[in-house]
């Protein structure tokens, strides 16, 4: 019997910055990988999810499931120096 394909879905966040995007998986903590371009950062998570879940399953771990993600901004005022 051959083996079998498993879909995840993750929630993956872009952070854009001067040299092009960050990219981190709330549900996948200490993952964060990059790209110049948006296209680019998709693909380079795709691929950084695909080989933290197979370390994860070669490991005998469990795969984490999707967390619940809440954004928002925040307006933080600092004192004058």
């Known amino acids: ?3 079998v394909n498993v879909k995840a879905l993750f929630t993956v966040v872009f952070d854009k910055g001067e040299d092009g995007y960050t990219v981190t998986v709330p ?3 200490g993952l964060v990988t990059s790209g ?3 296209e680019e950062a998709r693909h380079m998570a795709e691929d950084a999810i695909r080989c933290h879940l197979e ?6 771990e469990p795969i984490p499931t999707e967390v619940e ?3 928002e901004k925040l307006d933080v005022e600092l004192p004058m120096a």
């Open 1 to 3: 019997m051959g083996e």
């Open 36 to 38: 110049q371009t948006l």
């Open 27 to 29: 549900a996948l903590p």
């Open 69 to 71: 993600v809440d954004i």
């Open 55 to 60: 370390s994860l399953r070669k490991d005998g």
